[in-house]
């Protein structure tokens, strides 16, 4: 790993979701569909991305809340299946994860003869986030501080600086493919590209970047 003196050191950011109503709510697919077409592609990312921020004591069996209503609000096994395989990580941007969403939902309408409708407890309600971010005042200097900086990170650090920069950025890049670019080191930045962020945990998202950095730093690159 070569280094660059005129290089900006890393600043490490912390982050917070507060979540805000939209006042829209569904209770079947065609007002689910209808409230799709024109809702705030903030409240997509929420719905995608948010519930990785929220406590949780154990993994849930479907990883968006699109999937986990139609699964236990309207009992659409079949479409909850469909959804639930959904990988935002991929899409070039909201709109297009959104139109993936239309698109699975008017395809079951085609479907079913009669339209599922949830008990009134279990309407969805679209909410968005709104992201409180917080400096925690670390630096990173040199690209091999990562080994030992990422493993000490707060979740909420994780999740800024690998998965909300890639909404912030143009070319859809992590932080810290961001700042790594500087250093001429094109072989690191193409493995944290390979990392899938949305299947797992946050906690385990930040194992697989301390073993990438590990294994990459370890066995002796130079630059």
Same mark, same amino acid.
Request: net charge negative; with cysteine.
């Given at each position: 790993m070569s280094t660059n003196a005129n290089v900006e050191p890393f600043s490490v950011k912390d982050c917070a979701l507060v979540t805000i109503a939209t006042g829209k709510k569904a209770q079947n697919l065609k007002e689910m569909r209808e409230h799709l077409l024109n809702i705030h592609l903030g409240s997509v990312y929420h719905h995608f991305w948010g519930g990785l921020l929220s406590p949780r004591f154990d993994e849930p069996e479907y990883k968006n809340d699109f999937a986990q209503w139609a699964h236990y609000a309207l009992q659409d096994?079949? /479409?909850?299946?469909? &959804?639930?395989?959904? +990988? *935002?990580?991929?899409?070039?941007?909201? %709109?297009?994860? #959104? !139109?993936?969403?239309?698109?699975?939902?008017?395809?079951?309408?085609?479907?079913?003869?009669?339209?599922?409708w949830a008990k009134p407890d279990m309407q969805f309600h679209f909410l968005r986030s709104q992201m409180v971010v917080f400096d925690t005042h670390g630096k990173i200097e040199e690209p091999e501080e990562l080994l030992e900086a990422v493993p000490k990170m707060s979740v909420g650090s994780i999740f800024y600086h690998f998965i909300d920069a890639r909404r912030r950025s143009p070319e859809m890049l992590d932080d810290f493919r961001t700042w790594l670019r500087s250093f001429g080191d094109h072989d /690191?930045?193409?493995? &944290?590209?390979?990392? +899938? *962020?949305?299947?797992?945990?946050?906690? %385990?998202?930040? #194992? !697989?970047l301390t073993d990438l950095f590990a294994k990459y730093f370890f066995r002796g690159v130079t630059g």
């Open positions: 096994n079949i /479409l909850a299946e469909r &959804l639930s395989v959904i +990988d *935002p990580d991929p899409f070039v941007n909201l %709109e297009s994860l #959104r !139109q993936k969403l239309i698109e699975l939902i008017e395809q079951r309408l085609d479907e079913v003869e009669t339209v599922g /690191l930045c193409t493995q &944290l590209a390979a990392v +899938d *962020p949305y299947f797992g945990p946050l906690v %385990e998202l930040r #194992r !697989q």
